[in-house]
């Protein structure tokens, strides 16, 4: 299964989630989309509050392609350059890319501070909390469970669409 993670604090958060959605979905098969999770930034705290989601489904893209494709619908939905870490329209990771583990200068998987994200793990642990982390050895709902001590934000329903 190969994971996607959303993320937005600028605009019109909920409507950039949807477009985002709509999008990946000409070039990815989207069997499982979590709700969405209001959550506090990290790394940079003075900024608003983030909507977050994940997706996890199936593409006949490789890693890199995916990803790419991914840089696509961000440069679509008006991502620029901004401070890592920093407010975004729109932020669309490739996670984890079934039992892919690969290192390059575009992209390495899985990601490699998932399992410090809370406003990753919370939404993958309810819609696909057995699946294992081919480094640490570890299920979804595992790492979930060591994060216990983080606020795992406000779960919100997709709104209907527009």
Same mark, same amino acid.
């Given at each position: 299964?190969? #994971?996607?993670?959303?993320g937005t604090n600028m605009g019109d958060r909920f409507n950039q989630l @949807?477009?985002?959605?709509? !999008?990946?979905?000409?070039?990815? +098969?989207?069997? /499982?989309?979590?709700?969405? &999770?209001?959550?506090?930034?990290? &790394?940079?705290? +003075?900024?608003?509050?983030?909507? +977050?989601?994940?997706?996890?489904? *199936?593409?006949?893209?490789?890693?890199?392609?995916?990803?790419?494709? %991914?840089? /696509?619908? *961000?440069?679509?939905?008006?991502?620029?350059?901004? $401070?890592?870490?920093?407010?975004?329209? #729109?932020?669309?990771?490739?996670?984890? &890319?079934?039992?892919?583990?690969?290192? %390059?200068?575009?992209?390495?998987? $899985? @990601?490699?501070?998932? =399992? *410090?994200?809370?406003?990753?793990? =919370? $939404?993958?642990?309810? #819609?696909?909390? +057995?699946?294992? @982390?081919?480094? =640490?050895? !570890?299920?979804?709902?595992?790492? %979930? @469970?060591?994060?216990?001590?983080?606020?795992?934000?406000?779960?919100?329903?997709?709104? $209907?669409?527009?």
């Amino acid at each position: 299964m190969i #994971i996607l993670a959303l993320g937005t604090n600028m605009g019109d958060r909920f409507n950039q989630l @949807h477009r985002a959605r709509q !999008k990946i979905g000409a070039f990815f +098969n989207i069997r /499982h989309c979590s709700d969405i &999770y209001e959550t506090a930034p990290q &790394y940079l705290t +003075n900024q608003p509050m983030f909507l +977050n989601a994940v997706m996890a489904g *199936e593409t006949a893209l490789s890693p890199l392609d995916l990803l790419r494709a %991914c840089k /696509h619908v *961000e440069k679509e939905l008006g991502r620029t350059t901004a $401070p890592r870490f920093g407010p975004r329209c #729109i932020d669309v990771d490739v996670v984890m &890319y079934g039992d892919a583990v690969m290192q %390059c200068d575009e992209l390495i998987l $899985p @990601h490699p501070r998932m =399992h *410090e994200r809370g406003f990753v793990l =919370h $939404p993958l642990c309810d #819609i696909l909390p +057995n699946i294992m @982390h081919p480094i =640490h050895q !570890k299920t979804i709902a595992d790492m %979930c @469970h060591e994060l216990a001590a983080s606020d795992p934000g406000k779960k919100i329903s997709w709104p $209907p669409s527009t």
